[in-house]
């Protein structure tokens, strides 16, 4: 078996990407059986794709993976596609694309003091976000520690960030106001009593053998990233330390508010398909390529069983 061939397949194949976009959209058609006329299936696989390639062009427009690879592409579609709860799931894809855009934003103020803009595209995609998912409003110092890892975080930045929030509550009051009725305003305040209960992690047999397979592999990556990876870019390690941990964050949150699993499955696994495309893209070892193999196997066949 050449190793190496598979290995370059699975990194640069136009076909292989688009036979997995056709397999998630066979497989999402597949499970909903009579409700195709559900939008939020269909909303929810449209903006799931988008995902997948928005992230393509991230790396393509910061040049984060210096080999060219559609292997975060490849990993998103088919982590969320291993598992039947992200099918329906329309807020949580809404809040995952709203993480999404923001790190786009973040990473466009790297070293740049005068961010403002970004910053505040940032607050208004995580307070928009959050009148339907609420839970997004805990990355708002998430992201400021990623503008202080930048080295972009001042007054000005976190004031611009901060008046995001500002513009869309006083805006919501001033129509609360105009239309004489203050539930409207009071319906879009936040809800902070969710933080009040604590539930218990509720998972499948099928997520406890995702997360026990990925776990590994993303130690791996720590390992690599933080203590073997000398050769990269001040750059690069930047940005993929920032995704390290923002995936640390997320967990912890999951653990926090673990009824929203779906939601924080489709956040987490954004920078998980980025840290494992970089990993297994950048090492030409037979134990990578191999572990490669294994883990495109193991998600594919996870998708299928959960099927049935």
Known sequence: MNIEKIQNRLLTSKLLLFT????????????????????????????????AFFLLQLNLTFNIIK??????????????GSNPIFFFDIKGSIAALCVALSYYCLFASYQKP?????????????????????????????FWRGFHRLQCLNTRVLFANLTGFAV????????????NDRNIFLTFLPHIDILLFFQKP????????????????YLAIGFYLFFLDISESVWTITALSFFYFSLYVIIFFFLLLPEYKSSWGL??????????????????????????????LFLVVTGIISLI
């Open 20 to 51: 997995i976009v056709f397999a998630f959209i066979a497989v999402r058609l597949f499970a909903a059986g009579s409700q195709w006329d559900n939008l939020s299936l269909w909303g929810s696989m449209l903006i799931q794709i988008g995902i």
């Open 67 to 80: 080999e060219r690879t559609f292997l975060p592409a490849l990993f998103y579609l088919l982590l969320i």
């Open 114 to 142: 005068e961010s403002q803009i970004n910053a505040l595209n940032i607050s208004l995609l995580l307070v928009l976000g959050s009148l339907l998912w609420t839970p997004l409003l805990f990355f708002f110092p998430v």
């Open 168 to 179: 869309v509550y006083l805006f919501i009051f001033a129509l609360s106001i105009a239309m």
């Open 202 to 217: 509720d998972l499948t047999i099928f997520e406890l053998l995702t997360a026990g397979f990925i776990l590994p592999v």
């Open 267 to 296: 956040i987490s696994f954004i920078p998980v398909a980025f840290l494992c495309g970089h990993f297994f893209s950048r090492l030409n070892k037979r134990i990578v390529q191999f572990s490669l193999l294994a883990f495109f």
